[in-house]
């Protein structure tokens, strides 16, 4: 079934909490951070991310993650419509195929594949969470201690 951009218009990101994270999922995501502007402009509008954050990543962090994205939608772009629905079927041939089609290595193919199974597992585990779990979790984020960039790695963003 082809999808419509009228489909992609009506794209709702509390859906990925109601059913399985797919590849296309994160895509719709990607594309709509890129709607929203430079990453760098994007990140000064979260909460704990902006600021003192962002003064201690490298100079040239926002372009390596900027660059990082626009591979994984070469690759995405790449894939068929089963493997975007079942990232799980993309073995090492597939993998070699994807890399070849979309200009890549499969080394970046594979971390693709990976940064989609850690944000599958982040939305499971947002989709067990009671309302005290999310409220807690939120306090985190608003800045009494580590905030959103410890919550992330240590300021390691979520593509980077």
Request: net charge negative; proline share 4%.
């Amino acid at each position: 079934m082809q999808e419509t951009q009228e489909e992609d218009d009506d794209w709702d990101p509390e859906q990925m909490l109601q059913g399985e994270f797919t590849l296309k999922d994160m895509k719709k995501q990607m594309d709509a951070m890129n709607r929203m502007g430079p990453l760098d402009q994007v990140m000064d509008m979260i909460p704990g991310m902006g600021g003192g954050m962002m003064d201690q990543l490298p100079d040239d962090a926002m372009d390596v993650t900027q660059d990082r994205m626009r591979k994984f939608e070469r690759i995405m772009d790449s894939m068929t419509d089963e493997e975007l629905e079942n990232p799980r079927v993309v073995g090492q041939s597939r993998t070699e195929r994807i890399a070849r089609g979309s200009g890549t290595d499969e080394e970046t193919v594979r971390q693709l594949l990976e940064q989609h199974s850690m944000m599958e597992r982040t939305i499971d585990q947002f989709q067990g969470m009671g309302e005290g779990d999310m409220q807690r979790m939120m306090k985190k984020m608003g800045g009494d201690g580590g905030g959103l960039g410890d919550m992330m790695g240590g300021g390691k963003g979520p593509f980077g």
